[in-house]
Structure formats: structure tokens, C-alpha cells
């Protein structure tokens, strides 16, 4: 893949493709950020953003990962304390996870965020967005939590990190586009640039194909996981033999193999009994969906072949995990 295929894989979208294209054709020293705020131990959501952050190292570009220790603290997550101890952890799994040391930034957003000069353009952004305007763009991530004024600060905030961390590409989840959007409004105003944005899709939830997957409401995949209790959810995942189920459902079986497993291994063996037609591999994931679809591959075996390398992928955070925790 080149610079650009390796940038725009598996992205939902960005904004906007020519943006996109001007940084692929020259992406050295060029910098890409995600933030997260510090929870501690990560989950398929944030390994999803975490193989983007791989493909644009790879692109040849420099990312910087946001250990959000404010915006936790905004959104009520601890003391400042508790939450660089969970940050650290996050660091360390990001890195065991695959992630090239050499190639990444880890910062801590109280190592900007309380300068007076980022305090200062921020009184300037709450000047000029309208609560409405700034309400909309925190939905998406808020939930359903009460609206606090924290809440509404929360994604000016994330506007100018962009700025604050010197970046070329701002990149998150889907439920992110409006923070993005707001950013690209707001940012000409205070007189800095434009960066472009891409997007990540959300998996739905493992059990029921609905919504999104949530380590908070329902069932996911983390670091925290055992191969044992691995296997058990996967193979309570909710995998019809079709990528396109009725309604507004999506099969996260297929969703998994697409985001999580083909951009990490070059091929995926699906071991089968000769009786059932014996081992089956795969280079692509449209060929697994294809053999899906056309009944060539049991949805009992898709989720058995995805348990194994998802085992594979989180183990050296797991095990990283354990060390911190010993």
C-alpha cells in the first residue's frame, strides 16, 4: 500500500480527501494525533483508532497519542493523580499493543492545557460558541449523562489541542465529526489554520449487532480479558451469515475481521477438520465475507478463527497489564 491507500484504510470518512492527499504525497514529519482520556485498561475501541495510528506510522507520519488527563478531570473521571496512574497504563498497553515508540508522542494534556496563552484562546472560544453550538458537537460522546458546564468547555478544548499540539491530522471515531467540525469553524477565527480530519467506524455491540459497541453498557473486548473469557464472548457474538442483516443491525463478527484482524496479519488461516472441508486461508476480507455469505464458512468457525487472533493481538497488553499490576 502507499502513503495514502495505508492512511484512508478502513476510514470512514475524512474531511476533506484532497487534504488527505496533499499530506500523503509529503508525509514526512507530519503529525497525526488521537486523544483518549485515561481509563486504564484498553478495549477494542480504542484499538480500533490504535491500528489507524499504526497505518499512518507506517504512512510515514508521526503520531501523537493524548493522554487527556483535563478533559478526564472534566468529565469527572478522578483526581488528577488517579488518573496519570490509569494513563500510564494506557501508555504502556498502546506500546506492548504494537504501536512504534520511536515514531509516537505520548502527551499529558495538563502539559499545555493550563498555560495562559491556551487559557486564553479558550475564554476566546467560549465567547464565540454558542451553547447550543458547543452542546451539539459534546452529544455524540456525553451519552446520556446530565449536562454539566464541563461538558460544554470539553469540546472547545479538544478544538484547540489541534492547534496546541502542532498538528497536520486529527483523527477519532465517527462520534467524533462533530468536535472535528467544530474545530475546522472555529479554529480560522483565532487565526490558525485548518487541519483535515478522518474518522474511524464504530463496531456495534458484540451480543446484539445494535448501536455501538460499549465497555460501559453491554459487552466488550479489553486487555482485562483471559483467552477463556476471550472465547466466551466472541462466540456469544451475534454473527448471521450475511454482512448485511436486516434492519439497522451489523454483524461485528465481520466488522471485527475487517478493523481489527486483516490490517494486523498478512493472512488468516481458518482451521477446519478435513470432514469439514479442512483449513481454509485468507489474504483478504472480502474473500472471508464472500465465503461467508455463500455458506462456505460457518459463522461457528468465523468466530472461533476470530478469537484466536484477537487472543493474539491483546496478549502482550495483557501481559503488560499483569506486570503493572504485580
Given at each position: 500500500?502507499?502513503?495514502?491507500?495505508?492512511?484512508?484504510?478502513?476510514?470512514?470518512?475524512?474531511?476533506?480527501?484532497?487534504?488527505?492527499?496533499?499530506?500523503?504525497?509529503?508525509?514526512?514529519?507530519?503529525?497525526?494525533?488521537?486523544?483518549?482520556?485515561?481509563?486504564?485498561?484498553?478495549?477494542?475501541?480504542?484499538?480500533?483508532?490504535?491500528?489507524?495510528?499504526?497505518?499512518?506510522?507506517?504512512?510515514?507520519?508521526?503520531?501523537?497519542?493524548?493522554?487527556?488527563?483535563?478533559?478526564?478531570?472534566?468529565?469527572?473521571?478522578?483526581?488528577?493523580?488517579?488518573?496519570?496512574?490509569?494513563a500510564?497504563?494506557?501508555?504502556?498497553?498502546f506500546?506492548?499493543?504494537?504501536?512504534?515508540?520511536?515514531?509516537?508522542?505520548?502527551?499529558?494534556?495538563?502539559e499545555?492545557?493550563?498555560?495562559?496563552?491556551?487559557?486564553?484562546?479558550?475564554?476566546?472560544?467560549?465567547?464565540?460558541?454558542?451553547?447550543?453550538?458547543a452542546?451539539?458537537?459534546?452529544?455524540?460522546?456525553?451519552g446520556?449523562?446530565t449536562?454539566?458546564?464541563?461538558?460544554?468547555?470539553?469540546?472547545?478544548?479538544?478544538?484547540?489541542?489541534?492547534?496546541?499540539?502542532?498538528?497536520?491530522?486529527?483523527v477519532?471515531?465517527?462520534?467524533?465529526?462533530?468536535?472535528?467540525?467544530?474545530?475546522?469553524e472555529?479554529?480560522?477565527e483565532?487565526?490558525?489554520?485548518?487541519r483535515?480530519?478522518?474518522?474511524?467506524?464504530?463496531?456495534?455491540?458484540?451480543?446484539?449487532?445494535?448501536?455501538?459497541?460499549?465497555?460501559s453498557?453491554?459487552?466488550?473486548?479489553?486487555?482485562?480479558?483471559?483467552?477463556?473469557?476471550?472465547?466466551?464472548?466472541?462466540?456469544?457474538?451475534?454473527?448471521?451469515?450475511?454482512?448485511?442483516?436486516?434492519?439497522?443491525?451489523?454483524?461485528?463478527?465481520?466488522?471485527?475481521?475487517?478493523?481489527h484482524?486483516f490490517?494486523?496479519?498478512?493472512?488468516?488461516?481458518?482451521?477446519?477438520?478435513?470432514?469439514?472441508?479442512?483449513?481454509?486461508?485468507?489474504?483478504?476480507?472480502?474473500?472471508?465475507?464472500?465465503?461467508?455469505?455463500?455458506?462456505?464458512l460457518?459463522?461457528?468457525?468465523?468466530?472461533g478463527?476470530l478469537?484466536?487472533?484477537?487472543?493474539?493481538?491483546?496478549?502482550?497488553?495483557?501481559?503488560?497489564?499483569?506486570?503493572?499490576?504485580?
Open positions: 500500500m502507499d502513503a495514502y491507500e495505508l492512511i484512508m484504510r478502513n476510514a470512514e470518512e475524512v474531511v476533506t480527501d484532497e487534504e488527505v492527499r496533499e499530506l500523503a504525497a509529503d508525509p514526512a514529519g507530519k503529525r497525526a494525533y488521537v486523544g483518549y482520556e485515561p481509563s486504564g485498561v484498553l478495549h477494542l475501541g480504542h484499538l480500533l483508532t490504535a491500528n489507524k495510528l499504526i497505518d499512518l506510522q507506517d504512512a510515514g507520519l508521526e503520531v501523537v497519542v493524548l493522554l487527556a488527563d483535563v478533559h478526564a478531570y472534566l468529565n469527572g473521571k478522578g483526581t488528577f493523580e488517579e488518573i496519570r496512574e490509569t500510564e497504563q494506557m501508555k504502556a498497553q506500546i506492548a499493543y504494537g504501536l512504534d515508540e520511536d515514531s509516537a508522542e505520548f502527551v499529558y494534556g495538563s499545555f492545557q493550563l498555560d495562559e496563552e491556551y487559557t486564553l484562546d479558550l475564554h476566546t472560544l467560549e465567547l464565540e460558541t454558542t451553547l447550543n453550538r452542546q451539539r458537537a459534546m452529544a455524540e460522546i456525553q446520556g449523562d449536562a454539566k458546564v464541563s461538558h460544554v468547555v470539553y469540546p472547545l478544548m479538544q478544538t484547540l489541542d489541534i492547534e496546541y499540539l502542532d498538528l497536520d491530522l486529527a477519532g471515531g465517527i462520534d467524533q465529526r462533530k468536535v472535528h467540525m467544530l474545530a475546522r472555529e479554529l480560522p483565532l487565526g490558525y489554520d485548518v483535515p480530519a478522518l474518522h474511524t467506524p464504530i463496531v456495534a455491540d458484540l451480543t446484539t449487532g445494535e448501536g455501538k459497541m460499549s465497555s453498557d453491554g459487552v466488550t473486548i479489553s486487555m482485562e480479558d483471559s483467552t477463556e473469557e476471550l472465547e466466551e464472548k466472541v462466540n456469544s457474538a451475534f454473527c448471521p451469515p450475511t454482512a448485511d442483516p436486516e434492519g439497522d443491525l451489523e454483524n461485528p463478527v465481520l466488522e471485527l475481521f475487517e478493523y484482524v490490517p494486523r496479519f498478512s493472512e488468516i488461516v481458518v482451521e477446519r477438520p478435513d470432514e469439514y472441508g479442512g483449513n481454509i486461508s485468507y489474504e483478504r476480507y472480502e474473500a472471508l465475507e464472500a465465503d461467508l455469505e455463500s455458506g462456505e460457518h459463522p461457528a468457525d468465523a468466530k478463527t478469537a484466536s487472533y484477537l487472543d493474539e493481538l491483546i496478549e502482550p497488553g495483557r501481559q503488560k497489564l499483569r506486570e503493572i499490576r504485580s
